[in-house]
């Protein structure tokens, strides 16, 4: 698994929390939800959406004791994601679904109008850093500053990011002036 | 229109696109992530368990689920089984993937043929008492029209006895059946549940069948898990029997049997390559239980696989479609279903044409090669392989007035430290030729026990203490195993552990060297 520019990923023993650090328990119920909905950006797949928010979040309990110190522990989730999103085959979804039946799971998807849904697809046909960015400014209405802060990159570089990917995905999407959805 | 304004209106509009569909996906997502915050595993986070289906119909129409592909760190060691009481099903919910195990018959199947660029991903011993996602035992049986050249393609009524724990209610309207309470659900065609001592009974009419039919068919059902034949339509005979592992979910009721199986899976080896997965199912099953995978599958047809009667159908439903599957009975015994996602229909039954009977240790020399090329190593299987010849009660004791006891057992391939309490059990094994890991944990929580509770094995020497913010370490008493170095544990947590708390579960061995740690949820609710 590719976690090239990951957080710090040290699993040595816990550390307890700083005072004032959130309890990690409100931290996951509250983040659980966007982290899926951005791995699902990302990947197209439920299971694997499902997987990577897991992972992140584990990988922040593991480090609770320093990212739960963290301004926004939410952004160092995210930025798991996005580094093992990149590098997540949709083959493992595949093979979830070959076996899932007899877990009596059946195929896990998400549902959304085609508007709705050719719009994400067009995000994950952009190139990565763009579709990051555009997941993030989207899903949740970050800042440039925050969506920087998760890439790890400058500010001036999402918004090119940003700049771009919407441009390439008004021409994938066909919308010209005019349009209404 | 200057370049640049217009590139602000074509911004606008993909803005406009982008939040609406941001809150689309917000929503869908839902409920994944409320179920992933207990269901899986719950690690982290409160427990918010998602109802599993405890009657018979359709699955929810998205975001069922999926299996939990937590890494093989796992794979050999012991691994947690937490008991959720969801709606009244008891499923015993795996912390991690199943175990991969040597044993097993010599009559199981490997493949041998397979498309180009595929190659063995895993092999994983599931049931039997091993680490399976949400087991429920159970029969079911189906009445069809005798007189039809395939029954199974008209009107059928099909009566499910699942051992589910009773309580929470199965759900619709409140009728009564044969002096009983009873619900009608008319969600996908129709179905009447009711509550027994112990378990739960659903008789349920495919579509087409209407209400009073199954309303008759359930009067006549009270000695399940068959229908009286007066309570049957005019020329309704059996079709079909089995146990419920016979149905392989598939979006149907969701039931899973307990009989211990293997499961197989070949994938596209080239990431970049063909996207595709094959799993081999083999377990012990009955030539009436082949085609009762039929009542989960919408598309499908009697076929014939390795010159034996099969059922062959479709699943697929997402894109990238097809599905395919196939089931059939070996000579053997093992009622063997061949499942795929992203190869075609003829690809699949090539593959099951092929499966050849495995070479000694093939299976296990593959299981090996998964380990290998998994991630970290599991934690120490040190020390010889535990000889047990019959349950072993390890210690008994009485909380809240009920009482619990701690057993070894050995079951499929597994031997297994299992806590019996309240009229069910948790447990939590590790391959019966492998020597006991140093610290095996399980827990369970669930409605119908008063209280999360920790347990597991370690060896002799060792101390175990658990931690739970707010409260003092808890110090569990340790029970000797007869006759073994061996140490039980039994604690239950105390009353007002915060949900979604977590705790943990910490071993050290005799020379005060941790060798054992457990981080674990307390349940909310």
């Known amino acids: 698994m590719d976690t090239a520019g990951e957080p710090v990923l040290d699993p040595g023993p816990e550390a307890p929390p700083p005072a004032g650090a959130p309890w990690f328990g409100d931290f996951a119920r509250a983040e659980r939800r966007s982290l899926v909905a951005f791995a699902w950006s990302l990947t197209g797949d439920l299971g694997a959406a499902e997987d990577l928010a897991q992972e992140a979040l584990e990988a922040a309990w593991r480090q609770w004791g320093r990212v739960g110190g963290y301004d926004r522990p939410g952004t160092w989730a995210r930025r798991v994601v996005a580094n093992r999103a990149a590098g997540r085959s949709r083959r493992s979804g595949r093979e979830r679904r070959a076996n899932g039946r007899w877990f009596g799971r059946g195929d896990a998807v998400v549902t959304l109008d085609p508007p709705d849904d050719e719009f994400w697809t067009a995000v994950r046909g952009l190139p990565a850093r763009q579709a990051q960015a555009v997941a993030l400014h989207y899903l949740e209405d970050r800042s440039v500053a925050d969506i920087a802060a998760v890439l790890g990159c400058a500010e001036a570089t999402v918004r090119v990011h940003l700049h771009r990917g919407r441009l390439a995905l008004a021409r994938t999407l066909g919308l010209t002036e005019g349009d209404e959805r | ?525």
Do not use: C, K
Not at chain 2, 211 to 219: G, H, M, S
Not at chain 2, 300 to 315: F, I, K, L, Q, S
Not at chain 2, 318 to 336: D, H, M, N
């Open chain 2, 1 to 525: 229109m200057t370049p640049e304004a217009h590139d602000e209106a074509v911004l606008a509009l993909v803005d406009e696109r982008g939040r609406a569909a941001a809150a689309a996906l917000l929503t869908a997502v839902e409920p994944a992530a409320r179920r992933d915050g207990g269901s899986r595993a719950g690690r982290v986070g409160p427990s918010h368990p998602d109802a599993r289906p405890g009657r018979p119909g359709p699955a929810a129409g998205h975001a069922t689920g999926t299996q939990r592909r937590r890494g093989r760190r796992v794979v050999l060691a012991a691994a947690v089984v937490i008991v959720v009481v969801v709606g009244g099903v008891i499923a015993l919910t795996g912390g991690d993937e199943p175990s991969t195990v040597a044993g097993g018959t010599a009559d199981e199947l490997v493949a041998g043929w397979l498309p180009e660029g595929m190659a063995a991903s895993s092999a994983q011993r599931v049931g039997g008492g091993a680490i399976l996602p949400d087991q429920v035992g159970g029969m079911v049986v189906v009445y069809g029209d005798g007189a039809a050249a395939d029954p199974w393609a008209g009107p059928t009524l099909s009566v499910v006895s699942a051992d589910v724990a009773p309580g929470g209610g199965p759900g619709g309207e409140r009728i009564t059946v044969s002096g009983h309470d009873a619900f009608v659900d008319e969600a996908n065609g129709v179905s009447v549940s009711w509550d027994t001592g112990d378990g739960r009974i659903a008789v349920r009419g495919s579509v087409g069948v209407d209400r009073a039919t199954v309303v008759a068919a359930a009067e006549g059902a009270a000695g399940a898990p068959t229908i009286a034949p007066t309570a049957l339509p005019p020329g309704f005979v059996e079709i079909g029997r089995g146990t419920l592992d016979a149905m392989m979910g598939g979006g149907g009721p969701g039931y899973l049997g307990r009989g211990a199986g293997l499961v197989l899976t070949y994938v596209a080896g080239d990431p970049s390559g063909p996207d595709a997965a094959v799993s081999v199912f083999q377990r012990p099953g009955a030539e009436d239980a082949v085609d009762l995978v039929r009542l989960t599958s919408a598309s499908t047809r009697p076929g014939e696989v390795r010159g034996r009667a099969a059922v062959v159908g479709d699943t697929g439903s997402g894109p990238g479609a097809p599905e395919p599957f196939v089931q059939w009975r070996e000579p053997s015994g093992l009622l063997t279903t061949v499942s795929g996602a992203g190869v075609d229909e003829a690809t699949l039954l090539r593959i099951a044409e092929g499966l050849r009977p495995a070479q000694p240790g093939e299976i296990e020399g593959l299981a090996v090669r998964t380990e290998d090329a998994g991630a970290s190593s599991p934690s120490g299987t040190d020390g010889s392989a535990l000889a047990l010849t019959s349950e072993v009660v390890v210690g008994t004791g009485v909380h809240d007035g009920a009482e619990w006891r701690l057993l070894l057992t050995e079951r499929g391939g597994l031997q297994q430290v299992e806590l019996s309490y309240r009229g069910s059990a948790a447990s939590t094994g590790w391959p019966a030729d492998r020597g006991v890991p140093p610290f095996v944990h399980g827990t369970s929580t669930g409605a119908t026990w008063s209280a999360p509770v920790a347990f597991g094995l370690v060896h002799a020497g060792s101390r175990v203490t658990i931690d739970l913010p707010e409260f003092d370490t808890i110090v569990p008493q340790l029970l000797p195993v007869e006759d073994e170095d061996l140490l039980g544990f039994v604690a239950f947590l105390p009353p007002g552990a915060p949900g979604g708390a977590t705790y943990t579960v910490v071993v050290t061995d005799a020379t005060g060297t941790e060798v054992g740690r457990e981080v674990q949820p307390v349940p909310v609710g």
